[in-house]
Structures are given as structure tokens and as C-alpha cells.
């Protein structure tokens, strides 16, 4: 990269290559113009320097301090991420790009975003906040066989999708070398080079370009560019997402969560919180537009649900789920006498229960589980499922 680029200095080699742009750590101007004094303070103690004659021993302190601080290693603070677009064929193109980008992040007011610094349209470049934890890609381990500080961490992407979707614009890049961890908890969006905005003039894409990345975008949108682009197309990547993020692997083939080899219930069998997660995302990675019936609102609230209940210690109550036993911890809740658990529920699977309530004796029909290990028991009444859960 060669040029003024507004006095953002490169610092090593570049943080990612792509097809459309490079990205690099640069040194923040405030930092390099701190640099040049400790130079300028340097060669000022220097034999050929005017203070060298008189004042050798006051200086010393003075010229060890500005070599110290001229050779240190930066803070995260002093750095940022400088986005260069390359220059292509379709050159113009890449500028109309790169304009939606800067208006999407210059406001700086759209939570989960990084925050923009710095930009040249004509010279093709954007600088954005650096985080020193990189991208979900570089993190692949960080959440793997951790449901509930994964959906957490999920959840601050999700909060985000909602509020652009809320907008109508619509990400269609949602991918881990896209996602970067800000903290444990905090995930941020970015790259918004192919974002569709609402009231943009013109389509950033032609017409038989097929748009975002192949792993991880839906079936639907290959084959050349959508006449209308909608919220779901990000709510099937999203879903592919949080499937890298609990699995710890990078890549999930088509639509196939379910499937032995991809199977999250499989790779963590001893963990029942994996059945929420696949319900998740049985309602997200989806063959067919149409099965996509839930928005990144909806989303918001079936995450944050999962969320609540296992900070409680609840789970889901279907068919082959394992139940630990919360007393004693070793065991696992079995249905006593009936051969169905819930859903589905058959009237002969519950049992009566006598009660009296104000001296009157009635049956409440409940399901009795029993742990294997230490006999605790457990009762249940038939539930209401709030939004699609089936196992």
C-alpha cells in the first residue's frame, strides 16, 4: 500500500487478503506524531546534536525515556484497521461499495458495529476500530461445547442483525472471518461490502452474481442475484454461525446440523442444553425460504429464553434428552411406568395425582420422573411450547 493515507502508518504484515479489499494494522496519527518526537528528542541528544556539549547528565533520563517509548510495543488503543479496496475491473462497483460501507458505519450511533475512524472514498479506504481478539475465525475453540456462553456471545450478534433488519438493511455477509470478538460476550459485524440497503439507488450486485459466501450463505440465494432480498437470508446465516461457534469447526455443509457427522447432540451427548441450540437451529438453517418463519426479533427472544433457562439450571423436556439429577448430580430423571416422555403426550402417560385444594379433593394429571441414582422425584403437567421446539 503505497500513498498518503491521511497519516494511518502500517504496522507489519496485513491482518487479511480478500478478492475485494486488503486489511492492515496501522499505528493511529496521534501515536506517530509521538514517535517523530521521541526521534527528533533522540538525535537532539546525539554527539551531533546541539544539547550534547553541556547537559549530558540532566538529558540522560530524558533520552532514555524517548528511546523506551519510541521502541515499545503499541496498546490496542494506538492501532486500527485500515480497509483498502482494490482496484478492479469493475472499478466503480468497488467505489459504490465501499461508500455503502462508510454510510453504514459513519454514524458510529448502530450498536454492535465497529467504530469508524477514518475514511477516503476516492482513495478507496475506510479505518475502523482494531480488536486485538480478531475475528470468530481466528477464535474457532473459544465457545466449542459451550452452549450457554455461546448463545450469550450469539445473542449480542443477534441484538445487532435485529436492529439493521429493523432498517431494512440486510448484512448478507455473516460468516466468522466477519465477526469480531470484542469481549467473552460482546461479538461485533463487520465487513458491510455486499449490505443491501433499502433506499440505495442502485443494486450493489449484477445480475447473475451470485452474493456471499458459499458455506454459509442459504440454498436459495445461489444462482445468480435475488430480486428481493429479505431478512432471512442473514437468519440462515446466523444459524450456520452459532453452529460453528458451539461445534468448534468451521464449516457446515448445507443444511445438515442434524446429521450424524454434524449432529451437535452426537459430538456432546452428555449435554442436554445441545437440543436447545438445534432447535435453534431447526428454525434458522433452513432447504427452503418459506421454513424460515421466524425474523431476528423473534430470534432475540428464543435466544434469550435458552439463556434464562439454563442459567436456572432448566432444559428442554423431550424424548431422549438426559436429565441430570440437580440433587444428586450423578444420576439421570427416567420416566417411571410410561413409555412416552413430552411432546408428543398420550392421554395413558400421565398418571393422577390426588390433591385437595380448600378441602375439595380433585386429579391433576402429571409425569413422573424418578433419578436412577439417588430415587429423587420430579412431576410435570403438560406444557405449552411457546414457539416451534420440537426435538
Not at 503499541?74 to 467505489?95: I, S
Not at 461499495?97 to 453504514?104: G, K, P
Not at 467504530?115 to 475502523?128: C, I, P, S
Request: charge should be negative.
Amino acid at each position: 500500500m503505497s500513498g498518503d493515507k491521511g497519516g494511518w502508518a502500517i504496522v507489519g504484515e496485513p491482518l487479511g487478503e480478500g478478492g475485494q479489499s486488503n486489511v492492515y494494522l496501522v499505528r493511529r496519527p496521534e501515536r506517530s506524531s509521538a514517535r517523530r518526537n521521541d526521534i527528533l528528542k533522540i538525535f537532539s541528544f546525539s554527539p551531533w546534536g546541539t544539547y550534547m556539549a553541556n547537559t549530558r547528565e540532566p538529558l540522560t533520563g530524558e533520552f532514555a525515556t524517548a528511546v523506551a517509548d519510541y521502541a515499545r510495543a503499541e496498546e490496542p488503543a494506538e492501532l486500527a484497521a485500515m480497509k483498502v479496496f482494490k482496484v478492479r475491473d469493475d472499478e466503480e462497483q468497488a467505489k459504490q461499495r465501499l461508500s455503502v460501507e462508510i454510510e453504514v458505519l459513519s454514524t458510529n450511533t448502530r450498536p454492535g458495529l465497529p467504530k469508524m475512524l477514518d475514511g477516503n472514498l476516492d482513495q478507496r479506504w475506510v479505518v475502523t476500530e482494531y480488536f486485538p481478539r480478531k475475528t470468530l475465525e481466528h477464535n474457532s475453540s473459544l465457545y466449542a461445547g459451550k452452549s450457554l456462553a455461546a448463545l450469550k456471545a450469539f445473542l449480542s450478534l443477534v441484538k445487532t442483525v435485529a436492529a439493521l433488519h429493523s432498517e431494512g438493511i440486510v448484512h448478507r455477509d455473516i460468516k466468522p472471518h466477519n465477526v469480531f470478538v470484542r469481549t467473552h460476550d460482546d461479538l461485533v459485524l463487520g465487513d458491510f461490502g455486499i449490505v443491501f440497503l433499502p433506499d440505495a439507488p442502485t443494486r450493489l450486485t449484477l445480475t447473475k452474481e451470485t452474493v456471499g459466501p458459499h458455506d454459509y450463505m442459504p440454498p436459495w440465494g445461489e444462482g445468480g442475484r435475488l430480486d428481493e432480498v429479505e431478512p432471512k437470508f442473514d437468519i440462515y446465516m446466523l444459524g450456520k454461525l452459532l453452529w460453528c461457534m458451539v461445534s468448534g469447526r468451521l464449516r457446515l455443509q448445507r443444511e445438515w446440523f442434524d446429521r450424524d457427522e454434524y449432529n451437535l447432540v452426537r459430538q456432546f451427548p452428555d449435554d442436554p442444553s445441545m437440543h436447545m441450540v438445534n432447535v435453534i437451529l431447526k428454525n434458522c438453517v433452513v432447504e427452503n425460504p418459506k421454513q424460515c418463519t421466524i425474523s431476528a426479533s423473534d430470534l432475540t427472544a428464543i435466544v434469550t429464553t435458552y439463556i434464562q433457562m439454563l442459567e436456572l439450571g432448566g432444559q428442554l423436556l423431550h424424548e431422549g434428552i438426559p436429565r441430570p439429577c440437580h440433587v444428586c448430580g450423578h444420576g439421570h430423571y427416567e420416566s417411571k411406568g410410561h413409555p412416552q416422555l413430552m411432546p408428543p403426550i398420550s392421554p395413558g402417560s400421565q398418571v393422577g395425582l390426588q390433591i385437595w385444594v380448600d378441602g375439595k379433593q380433585t386429579t391433576l394429571g402429571v409425569f413422573p420422573f424418578a433419578c436412577s441414582t439417588c430415587g429423587h422425584v420430579e412431576f410435570f403437567t403438560r406444557p405449552t411450547p411457546k414457539f416451534r421446539s420440537e426435538a
